[in-house]
């Protein structure tokens, strides 16, 4: 199983829509969550990270279940400017003696919002 | 800032060549990471360096890759020799040192990326 699971898409829906994403993360020490978006052959950039008790910027909200193991995020109103590639990613404790931490990422979710 | 910086953009080149990628984090940043990223396999962490030393590198596919980091403001990754199955996008991604656990403390940020094609 991957560590960080995303249904791939992709989802087409038109400009005003609602839109949810799911992703499920399988390391219980993960301590924290984001959404990344990434556009067409550019780098990815942070959308907004997850708290525990959601979150939300504007039209995006976010939302952890700790117990599911899973995060979602949800687009309300899209628009135009939303297509894009949406990823999860989890950063994780690692198992070295260092405490170090290192992202894990979810292959993405494909959004499409038509006119 | 002007943000994490990569060269070259774009790179062609023949198979069995060397290829060395580059990259410059943001200042303060204690933390780097190598991705590549394909259609199939999307973002996968290749190595990541915490104050200039490996601290994970299984992920670099085998010893033809291989990934320096002689300062805080400097990386390089190379491949020798180049193979057509290393064509991909590789970022160069940097972030500060979890602190308090803070959240923004681990956002990652990106360069644009080097887009490698081996012919």
């Known amino acids: 199983r991957k560590e960080v699971e995303q249904d791939p898409g992709p989802f087409n829906v038109p400009e005003g829509a609602t839109v949810a994403f799911n992703c499920t993360y399988s390391n219980s020490a993960s301590q924290s969550f984001f959404w990344y978006r990434q556009d067409c052959r550019k780098e990815p950039k942070l959308l907004m990270s997850v708290y525990s008790s959601g979150n939300e910027d504007g039209r995006f909200t976010a939302q952890l279940n700790r117990a599911s193991q899973y995060i979602s995020l949800l687009i309300r109103d899209s628009k135009l400017s939303d297509s894009a590639t949406y990823l999860c990613?989890?950063?994780?404790?690692?198992?070295?003696?260092?405490?170090?931490?290192?992202?894990?990422w979810g292959l993405g979710t494909s959004l499409a919002v038509n006119p | 800032d002007a943000g994490v910086i990569q060269s070259p953009r774009h790179e062609v080149t023949e198979m069995g060549q060397e290829v060395t990628l580059r990259c410059k984090p943001i200042s303060g940043h204690d933390y780097l990471f190598w991705y590549r990223q394909t259609m199939m396999r999307g973002l996968e962490l290749l190595i990541y360096f915490n104050n200039n030393v490996p601290i994970d590198d299984s992920g670099m596919p085998e010893d033809r890759f291989s990934a320096k980091m002689p300062n805080a403001s400097f990386s390089t990754l190379k491949i020798q020799p180049s193979e057509p199955r290393d064509s991909a996008v590789y970022f160069c991604a940097s972030s500060l040192v979890p602190t308090t656990g803070g959240w923004r403390d681990t956002e990652a940020f990106f360069g644009q990326g080097t887009r490698l094609t081996v012919v």
């Open positions: 990613v989890v950063n994780i404790l690692t198992t070295d003696a260092g405490n170090n931490r290192k992202l894990i």
